[in-house]
């Protein structure tokens, strides 16, 4: 049962830092077409596309959504780890 807490921690904890970098990296100046940013994109979209169809850029230019994913991964990793101690 901890080894499957563990990796639920490992890949909820890779997939926030995935968003993170997400958000620093549209600070700089870099090609959407670079690998890397195509790589990082097709991993972070499936989450983000929909948060920012829902929720609108504050001022026409600030994007929250990557804020609200983290805390909706945050709430469900929660939940999930919860579960999985109930269960035990």
């Not at 989450?47 to 805390?71: C, E, F, N, T, Y």
């Amino acid at each position: 049962m901890l080894t499957l807490i563990w990796i639920i921690n490992l890949v909820f904890g890779v997939y926030e830092f995935l968003i993170f970098i997400r958000v620093l990296l549209s600070w700089v100046n870099i090609s959407p077409a670079h690998p890397l940013i195509r790589i990082l994109y097709s991993l972070t979209d499936p989450l983000l596309k929909p948060l920012q169809r829902i929720i609108p850029p504050i001022g026409g230019a600030l994007d929250i959504s990557p804020a609200v994913a983290l805390i909706l991964l945050y709430i469900v990793q929660r939940v999930l780890i919860t579960l999985l101690i109930r269960i035990a």
